[in-house]
Every structure is written in structure tokens, then in C-alpha cells.
């Protein structure tokens, strides 16, 4: 509210009374306007630049809660103080359930004058406490939608840097001739594309703070599909799944979980020169623990004995679990092998 003297409107058909009444508020160091209805008393307020209405009950057309129920629609509505000659309470329990800050009887001696200038003066500075309060409540929007698209930067910037870092990677893969080294590469390579995917997302989406996981898993499973079939691999992954949002820390631990459950299954489910579907899954139980799964069609594995290859991956697996606080098992399905995570939000 500015520093200038509030303005006070003083909505009365009793000249007389309205004469006294500005003249008190004007020695409070108001500045005080006179109308004689409510139609010119709403057209006023509704110009703007009012800061506290005194409204009279008994207007020549209709009443002051009417001019209050109009009032209510304004963006930025002044205060209040309803004028009722009225010993019933009912009136002024509507006017407050209107929105009236205060009331205050009429009477013909001068303690009317006095009370409604001590309501005034509340509603004045009930009114700075709200504009005040509004100001701070726009102020936190301001500032979180600032950061909101600050962070949003972050992680366009930082999704082009792994997808730079993804490319130099697979540069090397490609300037190497050993078949294992190579391999290896690629691996990396998908690991770093699996966390640059999750930055992809927060940058496109309007909530920061949580990644769609199913809509992830879509664009995970199609970049892991790309980087299959540039091997010369042609298995299929198919996606099925419901809506889940998580929060954005536990995104990159899922997706490099499903990046080396998926890898896995790609090198070992399947015999040489065979391809086959890999599934991955993503619900709720009934406990409302979130279940990934990752299957397959191949020769199965309980999850026992040592694993082929170096282990690294089934390591990795283990650690992002670990971090979601998740539990990993692996079931022989014959035929296949069916990987599920379960973890709590």
C-alpha cells in the first residue's frame, strides 16, 4: 500500500451525516470522497485507488450488501466497514460473511463518528497487512518460477554436456579395434545416455522436482533400441507401464538400472545369432511399493552362481539399488529370466 494518505469512499444518502463524517476523517489526515448510492458508490471502487469503504446498509436503491456482493468480484478490493442503523444482528453477520471487515451501529450522537473512525482505521491496517501478504505469497512465485527456469537451464545444459560426453565416448569405441574394450565402451556409453535421458526430461517438463517415470522408460528404451540395432542386434524392447512419477533424484538410479538389466539381457539371454523381446515393466503393487521389471525370453537365470561376463553390471544394478533402498531378485521364468526391482517412493 503506498505511503499517501488513504482514501477513504463514504457510501451514505444523508448529506448531512456524510458532511460530519468527512470532516472527522480529514482532521485524521484522510482524504475522503462522498457518494449517495450504490451504483455510483461501485463505479467508484471499481476506477480503483480506494483503500477503505464506509458503506451504508439502507441505500435509495437496494442495500450495502449488495455493493458488497459486487465488491467481492474485484481483483483488488478495498476494505470494507458496513453502516447499519439496524439493532439486528443478522445484518451485520451477512455484511461480514460478505466480506465487511467491520461493522459499526449507526446513531445520532458522536460516538458513531468516533467508532467508525477506530473501524476505519483496523480495516486500514487490516488491509496493509493483506496487501503486505500478497506482495510476499507474489514475491515466493516470482522467485520460485525464476529458479524453476534456472534449473531448467541447469539441466538443458547439463543433458548437452553427458550427450557431448556420450559422443566422444562412442568416438573412442569407434577408433579402437578390440572387440572386449569396444564393447565395454559402449556400455559406458549407454550408462551416460541413461542419466543425460533423465535431464532431457527435466528440462522439457514443467515439474522439476519429479520425473514422469513411464514416459522415461519410453525414451530409454527407444535410445537402447537405436544403439541395438546399430549392432547389428535386432530384439525388440517393449515398454508397458503406469503413470508414476518419482522424484527426480531416484530417476538416474532407475534408468541406469534398466539400461544394465536390459544390456544383460541382450548379451547372455540369448544365444548367439538369436534375438528375442525384452519387456519392461513398471507398476504398483498392492503394498503401493513401485515394481520394474525387466524379462526376457531366453535361457533363464535365478540369480545364483556367478554371473557371465565381468559382473560389472550386476554390481552396478546392486549399487543403484542400494541407493533407491530397493530390493533386486531374479527368477527363472522357463523360458527367460525375469529381473524386479521393488522400492518405495
Do not use: C
Not at 451477512?94 to 483496523?122: N, Q, R, S, W
Not at 572387440?179 to 522439476?208: F, M, P
Request: proline share 2%.
Amino acid at each position: 500500500m503506498p505511503h499517501s494518505a488513504p482514501r477513504v469512499l463514504y457510501i451514505d444518502d444523508d448529506p448531512g451525516l456524510a458532511y460530519l463524517v468527512r470532516k472527522a476523517m480529514e482532521r485524521r489526515g484522510y482524504v475522503v470522497e462522498h457518494v449517495s448510492n450504490g451504483e455510483d458508490g461501485y463505479a467508484r471502487i471499481a476506477q480503483g485507488g480506494i483503500d477503505v469503504v464506509a458503506l451504508d446498509h439502507y441505500l435509495p436503491t437496494g442495500t450495502g450488501l449488495d455493493v458488497l456482493t459486487q465488491i467481492a468480484e474485484l481483483a483488488d478490493r478495498p476494505a470494507v466497514v458496513y453502516v447499519t442503523g439496524s439493532s439486528e444482528t443478522a445484518v451485520a453477520v451477512a455484511a461480514l460473511k460478505a466480506g465487511a471487515a467491520d461493522y459499526v451501529l449507526k446513531t445520532v450522537d458522536a460516538d458513531f463518528i468516533e467508532l467508525l473512525l477506530t473501524a476505519v482505521e483496523h480495516a486500514i491496517d487490516l488491509l496493509r497487512l493483506n496487501r503486505a501478504k500478497l506482495r510476499a505469497e507474489q514475491d515466493m512465485r516470482d522467485a520460485r518460477e525464476r529458479a524453476e527456469m534456472l534449473l531448467g537451464e541447469v539441466n538443458h545444459r547439463v543433458a548437452n554436456s553427458l550427450a557431448m560426453v556420450s559422443a566422444l565416448v562412442g568416438l573412442q569405441a569407434n577408433a579402437i579395434a578390440n572387440a572386449e574394450a569396444k564393447e565395454a565402451l559402449s556400455e559406458t556409453q549407454a550408462r551416460i545416455q541413461a542419466i543425460a535421458g533423465v535431464h532431457r526430461h527435466l528440462y522439457t517438463n514443467e515439474d522439476v522436482r519429479s520425473v514422469n517415470l513411464g514416459d522415461y522408460l519410453q525414451s530409454l528404451a527407444a535410445d537402447l533400441e537405436t544403439t541395438m540395432h546399430a549392432s547389428h542386434k535386432t530384439s525388440r524392447i517393449k515398454v508397458q507401464f503406469e503413470a508414476i512419477a518419482i522424484p527426480t533424484e531416484k530417476a538416474a538410479s532407475v534408468g541406469v538400472i534398466v539400461t544394465e538389466l536390459v544390456t544383460n539381457a541382450l548379451k547372455y539371454a540369448y544365444g548367439d545369432g538369436h534375438s528375442g523381446d525384452i519387456r519392461i515393466g513398471l507398476s504398483r503393487n498392492d503394498e503401493e511399493l513401485i515394481v520394474l521389471t525387466v524379462e526376457d525370453d531366453g535361457i533363464g537365470w535365478d540369480g545364483t552362481g556367478k554371473p557371465k561376463g565381468t559382473g560389472l553390471g550386476s554390481r552396478i544394478v546392486k549399487a543403484m539399488a542400494a541407493s533407491l533402498g530397493a530390493k533386486v531378485a531374479y527368477v527363472n521364468t522357463m523360458p527367460g529370466t525375469q529381473a524386479r526391482v521393488q522400492f518405495a517412493l
